[in-house]
């Protein structure tokens, strides 16, 4: 492993703007159709603009193992039908590599999931460090009405494994109610991976 000269990175704990990262990730609605349950409340949203979803500021360390990655997240406020904005979710490549989430702006909820499709949610306020254990796929909401900014931490080798979670769904919907975040099943969820 090469030995990388330390260095600091300054960001916006507000809007989670990294200047010096040359990786900006950009997830509009167009890039993850299919992931919400609402197919015309999508349909409706991509006619009328393709809203941008949530951005990622991503480092430039190695994904290597030893390395630790870091990035910010910023998942715009606003909802496709009932469900709130999210990521995309994923598995780490390496299943058994941890996470860690540090809220820093906003109101969020994080989602997760083992292979065998059992749900957790957490939900995350600005201070919220947030523990994605191994094995645990992954996902991020804004709840509120203003840009929920966190800080992730991960190994350098764990890699994203979208692709299940893009066939599988999560069991779990975070949908709006009277005005408040709430949990309700996935009529579309197809269960246990492999
Ligand atoms: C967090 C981390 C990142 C991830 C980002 C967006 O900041 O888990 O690794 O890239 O959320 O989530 P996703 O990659 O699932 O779209
Ligand atoms: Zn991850």
Not at 126 to 149: K, L, S
Request: charged share 20%; net charge negative.
């Amino acid at each position: 492993m090469a030995l990388l000269e330390p260095f600091a990175a300054e960001f916006n704990l507000e809007t989670g703007v990294m200047e010096a990262s040359k990786n900006l990730i950009q997830r509009r609605l167009s890039s993850m159709r299919g992931m919400y349950a609402d197919e015309a409340a999508e349909a409706a949203l991509l006619a009328a603009g393709d809203p941008m979803i949530y951005e990622v500021y991503t480092s430039e360390v190695p994904e290597e193992a030893g390395q630790v990655l870091y990035c910010t997240t910023t998942i715009y406020p606003g909802r496709v039908g009932d469900e709130y904005f999210m990521t995309k979710g994923h598995f780490h490549s390496l299943r058994d590599r941890g996470e860690i989430y540090l809220g820093l702006s906003g109101e969020g909820y994080l989602l997760l999931q083992t292979e065998e499709g059992e749900p957790r949610a957490v939900p995350m306020h600005p201070g919220t460090a947030a523990y994605v254990p191994p094995y645990w796929a992954h996902r991020t909401a804004n709840v509120g009405d203003e840009p929920f900014v966190f800080f992730a931490a991960w190994p350098g080798d764990s890699g994203h494994d979208y692709g299940t979670i893009e066939k599988i769904g999560f069991p779990q919907l975070l949908v709006s109610r009277d005005g408040q975040p709430a949990l309700v099943g996935n009529p579309r969820f197809s269960g246990v991976t492999g």
